[in-house]
Each structure stands twice: as C-alpha cells, then as structure tokens.
C-alpha cells in the first residue's frame, strides 16, 4: 500500500526514541525531555496514519503537516538531549539523522500533495469554466481526492 515505507520508518524511529529514553538518566530535568520526546516521536507516527486514512487531499495535507510538526520537536527535544548530554550513545545521533531525513521526506509529501490539489482545482476549475458554470463559483464543488 502507498506509503507503507514512510509508515514504517516512523514507527521504527518512535520504537528506537523510546528505547533510547529507557537508558536516560532517572532525573527530573531528564524525565521532562523524555516525556516531551516520546510524545513527539510517537505522534509523528501516528498522525501520519491518520493522514493515509485522510477524507480528502486538503484533510490529507493537514494531517501530514501536524506528522511534520510533531517529528521537528522530536528533532528539537534529540538535540537538546545531546547539547544536555542526558544521554551519549551513538543512537542519538542516529536517531537524529533519522529524524532529519523523516521531516524532509514528510516536507517533500506535503508540497507535492499541494501542488496536485491547485492542479486539480485548476482543471476542474477550466473544465467548468467551458461548461457553462459562472466564473468563481468552480470553487464552491472542486473535487476532493
């Protein structure tokens, strides 16, 4: 199924946060980055799954777009554990680049989603047009996908 690689990669990334934040020291400083990272990283996941399950394309954007957001704080709350030093293993780093790579690849989603919802507005937009329809209304019935 579309998007089964991505999906994946999320839930191993969100698997690999909360195994690095077993290891994380026991501290209140340290607890709070790890609520916070955990939270992140298993929500970039999830909301992504929601996204595959999206109504429309517009629904679809919104959703892949909060996937984003989550995983650019996962990234944040990763480097702030490495600049703390909470933890210093080569996971983080790994997972860093992983986190990295998820954002740009979600980024990438998103723009060639959006450039296919005003390709499609527009066709429908001239098909309408040719039909007979009142210029500014195509609008109001543009397809979903």
């Given at each position: 199924?579309?998007?089964?690689?991505?999906?994946?990669?999320?839930?191993?990334?969100?698997a690999g946060v909360l195994?690095?934040?077993?290891?994380?020291?026991?501290?209140?400083?340290?607890?709070?980055?790890?609520?916070?990272?955990?939270?992140?990283?298993?929500?970039?996941?999830?909301?992504?799954?929601?996204?595959?399950?999206?109504?429309?394309?517009?629904?679809?954007?919104?959703?892949?777009?909060?996937?984003?957001?989550?995983?650019?704080?996962?990234?944040?709350?990763?480097?702030?554990?490495?600049?703390?030093?909470?933890?210093?293993?080569?996971?983080?780093?790994?997972?860093?680049?992983?986190?990295?790579?998820?954002?740009?690849?979600?980024?990438?989603?998103?723009?060639?989603?959006?450039?296919?919802?005003?390709?499609?507005?527009?066709?429908?937009?001239?098909?309408?047009?040719?039909?007979?329809?009142e210029p500014g209304s195509?609008?109001?019935?543009?397809?979903?996908?």
């Amino acid at each position: 199924m579309k998007g089964d690689n991505i999906a994946v990669r999320l839930r191993v990334f969100a698997a690999g946060v909360l195994r690095l934040c077993r290891r994380m020291p026991n501290d209140s400083s340290t607890k709070h980055v790890a609520r916070q990272l955990v939270r992140a990283a298993t929500g970039g996941g999830s909301n992504y799954e929601e996204a595959r399950g999206a109504e429309s394309r517009a629904d679809f954007i919104h959703k892949v777009g909060i996937a984003n957001k989550e995983l650019r704080e996962a990234l944040y709350w990763l480097q702030l554990a490495r600049e703390a030093e909470l933890v210093v293993e080569d996971e983080l780093e790994v997972l860093i680049r992983e986190a990295n790579e998820l954002v740009a690849i979600l980024t990438a989603s998103i723009k060639t989603a959006k450039q296919r919802e005003i390709t499609s507005y527009g066709e429908a937009r001239s098909s309408r047009m040719r039909d007979g329809v009142e210029p500014g209304s195509w609008y109001l019935d543009a397809p979903s996908e």
